[in-house]
């Protein structure tokens, strides 16, 4: 997989307050779970703090040596639902089957967890899937983040397919460990321990099953979103444009402000503006281009009223997101949605 710069701020903290809810600590008790990170507890909590893949390796490490329970890499995996995974859960909950669900995965996977990767086979009638990560884990925590990633699995292919996908097998690396019984209330599966790779195998005519909540609509919408993330993320990581990109598609379209977003870096808006000038752009000027880019997608691939996108874009007012809207592209959003058409292919064919 492609090199990961482990001390760059990349992914959500949202993942790792939830790993502390489930260890049932409170705000006070928090400090425990940051040991080793560098991370105040104030810093912890705020929503628009991003972590080093250094930082939460070292968070999950210190989980497991608080956690009471030796079943709580199954526990939080139950408790990663499809909404805490933004635009990419979406995405996933409104395809049109787990085939295109996996692809999703595979896709924009980075664009939350960049530490992993998630690779597809088909060999005959199966589906194989194997999970990578960016460097060698111990196995108390590819143990870990392997039950994570498997409940998660299992469960988003209860919700596409409608029922527990017992047909399916998979191989852990990790050996067997003392609580293996408990598997059994998480994974609905054929289980072995110790392999030399993570494989997943899935029959191929099950991932083809119709999702019966799948919506053309929203995952169109969804999917535009997660390409516009892979897109903006691909520059020069290491700029600060591109953390400021991260960190905006990582929350609500336009709520960050300047001054959360330089707190979250550490630095001040100042410094934060200064940077961005000499890269030759601003705040502003990142800001409007994820969220032009944004209404775009929804004009194009939805049928959604003006008023809505603009809601949906976070503006209390539909003449304001209007007025943007015509300054990004000197045409109103009617008159850009008259003469332009979306494409019905997708990403990820």
Known sequence: MSVVDLDLPSIPSSYSRLAARELGLLARDVSDVLAGTQLSVEQFLQENTLLTPNQQ?????????????????????????????????????????????????????????????????????????????????EEDLLRLLSEIFTVIFFDTAEFIVGRPLREASIDFMHQKPAYAARYEEHIPATIGFGADAYVLRVP??????????????????????????????????????????????????GVLSEEETAAALFICKRTLARRLKQEGTSFRQVRDEIMSQQAVGYLLDSTLSVEAIAELLNYHDSANFRRAFKRWFNLTPDQYRRQHSAPESSVLS
């Open 204 to 253: 191929l005519e099950v991932c083809k099953i119709q999702n019966a909540s799948a919506n053309h609509e929203s995952y169109m919408m969804a999917l535009r979103h997660c390409e516009a993330m892979r897109a903006q993320l691909n520059p020069n990581k290491s700029s600060s444009k591109y953390q400021v990109q991260k960190m905006m598609l990582s929350h609500p379209p």
């Open 57 to 137: 390796l070292q968070i999950l490490k210190n989980c497991l040596r608080i956690a009471k329970d030796n079943t709580f890499g199954l526990r939080l995996g139950q408790r990663l639902t499809s909404p805490t995974h933004g635009a990419l859960g979406f995405l996933v909950n409104s395809s049109p089957d787990l085939l295109t669900a996996l692809k999703a995965f595979q896709a924009y996977l980075p664009t939350r967890m960049n530490l992993a990767r998630l690779d597809l086979v088909i060999e005959g009638e199966w589906l194989q899937l194997s999970c990578n990560y960016a460097m060698e884990l």
